[in-house]
């Protein structure tokens, strides 16, 4: 059986770390809340070397999430330590886990799913390939320079 948008909406507003509804609208806590984690994890990658940290604003454009955090690491070593940072400052800050990774042993990619927000980390070389800022150029930027 499908569920109708009203049920959706039903759920979502029970369950904060599911993301906006069909309609793009994302309740304000949400969207906060999903901003803190995109923060929280962009301070990590800063604090730890990671390079050219971006965060887009998703909210307005899909309801699947709010947030992408896109970095670049320097080698495979490097991304897989980034990944760790990230886990452990969200889980020690703001009491969340990610949902699933994908990467860790590529060393070119490493995509973290935390519900609302997905942390990149790339490669140069493939960061490049895939450009998910000009993919996603409609997205406006988030303010990091606090955390860097």
């Known amino acids: 059986m499908l569920r109708t948008t009203t049920d959706r909406q039903s759920v979502k507003e029970t369950d904060s770390r599911i993301p906006a509804t069909a309609t793009g609208h994302v309740p304000p806590r949400v969207l906060e809340r999903s901003r803190q984690m995109a923060r ?36 495979q070593r490097h991304l897989v ?5 990230v886990e452990t400052k969200i889980q020690f800050e703001l009491n969340d886990r990610r949902m699933s990774v994908d990467g ?6 490493i995509v973290m ?9 790339f490669d140069e070389e493939t960061r490049q390939f895939y450009s998910l800022e000009a993919l996603w ?11 860097a």
């Open 40 to 75: 929280v994890a962009a301070q990590a990658l800063s604090e730890n070397g990671a390079l050219d940290i971006v965060v887009l604003d998703m909210s307005g454009l899909t309801a699947l999430f709010d947030c992408f955090v896109i970095a670049t690491g320097n080698s």
């Open 137 to 147: 150029g409609d997205a406006p930027r988030l303010d990091v320079s606090k955390v």
């Open 113 to 121: 799913d935390y519900g609302t927000v997905v942390v990149h980390l």
């Open 104 to 109: 860790e042993t590529s060393g070119r990619w």
């Open 81 to 85: 330590a980034l990944a760790d940072d």
